[in-house]
């Protein structure tokens, strides 16, 4: 499991997952603020797009089976 809270962090994580992928910010219940990428370019553009209304987001990445 990885924690991502900064941009770089967060390119860090999206260069060492699998894709499909799934980003959901923690502070969220259900599936608020859920998105389906499928590219790191993706997935950081997810994180960029969610620190809008989260100003420090922190995002915990699975990577399973």
Not at 9 to 25: H, N
Not at 40 to 54: K, S, V, Y
């Amino acid at each position: 499991d990885a924690v991502g809270d900064s941009l770089a962090g967060a390119t860090s994580v999206a260069a060492a997952l699998p894709y499909p992928a799934v980003v959901k910010p923690v502070a969220l219940s259900g599936s608020r603020g859920v998105m389906c990428v499928h590219d790191p370019g993706q997935c950081t553009a997810a994180f960029e797009r969610l620190r809008g209304p989260f100003p420090e987001p922190r995002f915990l990445t699975t990577i399973g089976e």
